[in-house]
């Protein structure tokens, strides 16, 4: 009974780091490629979705026909998820948002001297969890794990602690899976209780089974 079209379906992506600045120079960030989303974005583009991609910064080409949103930190990219809150019917958050920010940033370069240097950090807003508590009736929420121990247990918690319907498991466990690499090893863990596990493929065949997963569960 499976659609084959995202056609009338707006779809919002994130993807890539955010990077966390310290001073006017520095920032904490992370190894994400932002490949996986930017391959979903192209994927769902092409199936005839209106895909907005919210990046982080990232070195790649932007799929044709998508919206981009350039985003740094994770404030903004939680900024520019929620001004979309209410207009999208499809979310796919990939994205290696920084868990952690500077409690300050410095507005001139940090000097630095013999002493070491401490860095307050705060946490930063849960996208995902705040777009699963906003969720409205028709949204579908699909969110990222990427866990070393408890695997399943842990992409079902995250599953329901934030409202998502389906969480895309990452495993680490697998030497062709994770950062940086253009291949990825995923299990679907959907809110009936059922798990799809997947081999490893090229993050462009990881974005073919994660769509046709979303068209199946819209139709
Ligand atoms: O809780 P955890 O960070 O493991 O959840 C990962 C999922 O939550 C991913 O989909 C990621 O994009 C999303 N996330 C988010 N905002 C954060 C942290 C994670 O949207 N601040």
């Known amino acids: 009974n499976g659609q084959n079209s995202f056609s009338g379906k707006k779809v919002l992506i994130t993807a890539g780091p955010t990077y966390e600045a310290i001073d006017p120079v520095r920032f904490i960030g992370n190894h994400s490629s932002g490949k996986m989303g930017y391959a979903l974005a192209e994927t769902i583009a092409r199936k005839g979705g209106a895909v907005t991609l919210v990046s982080g910064p990232v070195s790649l080409a932007v799929p044709a026909g998508v919206e981009l949103v350039r985003v740094q930190s994770a404030a903004e990219m939680h900024d520019a998820c929620m001004k979309r809150q209410a207009d999208y019917d499809i979310a796919i958050l990939s994205a290696a948002v920084a868990d952690y920010t500077p409690e300050e940033v410095a507005a001139e370069k940090i000097k630095k001297s013999e002493a070491g240097l401490t860095l307050t950090l705060r946490k930063t807003p849960d996208i995902l969890a ?23 247990a842990n992409a079902r918690k995250k599953l329901e602690s934030k409202n998502a319907d389906m969480i895309v498991l990452n495993s680490l466990n697998d030497s062709g899976a994770g950062f940086g690499k253009p291949t990825n090893k995923i299990t679907l863990v959907l809110d009936n209780g059922r798990e799809l596990a997947f081999e490893t493929k090229t993050k462009e065949a990881v974005a073919e089974d994660i769509a046709g997963q979303v068209l199946q569960m819209i139709s």
């Open 130 to 152: 705040s777009l699963g508590a906003a969720k409205k009736k028709g949204q579908l929420l699909v969110g990222f794990a990427l866990e070393t121990n408890n695997e399943l």
